[in-house]
């Protein structure tokens, strides 16, 4: 079973940095969609930046100038660095792979257990 497996969390002071990692288990990783979301406690999940397999990004308002998404399909790894962390931006991070369909298979979506960030002021 394919998984994804997040890694890089913890606690930083306000307009510090920090690095995930999201390690994916399977074949398919190059061809994902990579996403990564955030769960604020009382909150939403909600999406913080998307990577597609040709390496174009999205970023949420909240995280556009500040995170940059990247991927190395070498290592079927996808990487959030955020930089200047706000309080705001603690929550729990997940990482998403879309569903796919490659060669009339399809691939179904995943998620992460989510890693913890946790931003003092």
């Known amino acids: 079973q394919v998984q994804l497996v997040e890694s890089g969390g913890g606690l930083v002071q306000a307009g510090g940095s920090l690095r995930l990692s999201c390690a994916h288990s399977g074949s398919t990783f190059s061809e994902r969609r990579m996403s990564w979301y955030r769960q604020a406690p009382g909150k939403q999940r909600e999406l913080v930046a998307h990577i597609t397999s040709t390496g174009s990004t999205t970023y949420a308002d909240s995280s556009e100038g500040r995170f940059t998404i990247s991927r190395d399909n070498a290592k079927n790894t996808v990487y959030l660095q955020m930089n200047s962390l706000k309080p705001e931006d603690t929550a729990v991070y997940y990482c998403?792979?879309?569903?796919?369909?490659?060669?009339?298979?399809?691939?179904?979506?995943?998620w992460g257990r989510g890693t913890l960030v946790t931003v003092s002021s």
């Open positions: 998403n792979a879309n569903s796919v369909i490659i060669r009339g298979v399809r691939y179904a979506e995943i």
